[in-house]
């Protein structure tokens, strides 16, 4: 990440740009030139492309848990997806926050440390007006959040949080909880400006409402566990091995579950005038004889031939043949 304007920069670009004091062909022009980025050697990356792609691959994974989550929240049409994944200093992160901001101080439990997830406060507000009944408009201007929206908010969170271990649990069982939610930027200086740290994007569009939301991830935080963030670790951990207690488990399940079980005595044709004069006592044939094997179904699908008979005064169905999958064949 290059330079990251603050929102009252971005105020001013815009303001410019509309009066005319700024050339847009000047700035396209100075977009298609080479760009060149300084490596400070005192600072080097921490984190590696592959690291970066795994966390790419988690965090795709955990806005379509999002999605579903928040569409049906809602009741909104609500869209997520990663923008980018890029290591940049926490300095250039907390720079580019905007007051009032909504920033979630997440304890990254079993790791040690905290991550920062910072939603843009146009999409918070969109959120609270939804969940308060409203048509899920944000504000025309920013405002501070009050104790109640904050306690929405900290409700939300909790669930958010929730859907973060599934996408994690290829590489690492998470417990992440919420500490606490900070609105000032100055109350979440939690490392060292220098400190590297791997920047998670969204763009998130709830109705007609747009707006970033961020995860920040310190290197400080994930680096017992960086030699599995690689997407070779990653892949081969989907494909486990199911274990002997797993496969019992599922047996007992499948052996437990109850299946609709009817045996046909026979089948016949009659008319609907033969039908309506039947009376007590009539006969009705059917196409089976009393000595040939009855069909046993499950379901609707025949697996059994039977025999009828009575077991402990009880009316019974002896089994007589299986139908096989091979024998379907």
């Known amino acids: 990440m290059g330079d990251i304007l603050s929102q009252g920069e971005i105020d001013e670009l815009l303001k410019a740009l509309n009066a005319g004091e700024i050339d847009v062909d000047q700035i396209k022009t100075t977009n298609n030139e080479k760009k060149i980025r300084d490596y400070d050697f005192k600072r080097p990356n921490k984190f590696a492309k592959e690291h970066l792609r795994t966390l790419n691959i988690i965090y795709d994974d955990y806005s379509r848990y999002l999605v579903t989550f928040l569409s049906g929240y809602l009741r909104s049409l609500v869209h997520i997806e990663v923008l980018s994944v890029e290591e940049i200093s926490y300095y ?17 439990l079993p790791l040690k440390g905290f991550i920062i997830f910072e939603i843009n406060p146009n999409i918070v507000f969109s959120i609270i007006d939804r969940v308060l009944g409203g048509a899920g408009l944000g504000v025309e201007k920013v405002r501070s959040f009050t104790e109640i929206e904050l306690s929405i908010v900290e409700r939300l969170m909790h669930q958010m949080l929730e859907l973060m271990k599934e996408p994690w649990g290829n590489v690492l069982s998470i417990k992440p909880k919420l500490e606490r939610i900070e609105t000032n930027s100055q109350f979440a200086q939690i490392f060292s400006p220098n400190e590297m740290v791997a920047l998670v994007t969204f763009d998130v569009r709830i109705g007609d409402v747009k707006g970033m939301m961020n995860i920040c991830i310190p290197h400080l935080v994930v680096e017992p566990i960086i030699p599995k963030l690689s997407t070779r670790y990653w892949f081969a951990s989907v494909e486990k091995e199911v274990s002997p207690e797993t496969k019992k488990g599922i047996e007992q399940k499948i052996e437990n579950t109850l299946v609709p079980l009817k045996v046909i005595l026979g089948r016949t044709h009659i008319t609907v005038a033969d039908f309506l004069e039947l009376q007590k006592g009539d006969v009705i044939q059917l196409d089976t004889t009393v000595n040939s094997d009855l069909q046993v179904m499950v379901g609707d699908i025949l697996k059994f031939y039977g025999r009828p008979g009575v077991r402990k005064n009880r009316n019974a169905v002896k089994i007589t043949g299986i139908i096989r999958k091979e024998d379907e064949e």
Not at 92 to 108: G, K, R, T, Y
């Open 92 to 108: 250039e992160f907390s720079n580019s926050i905007s007051n009032p901001a909504v920033l979630a101080m997440i304890d990254f």
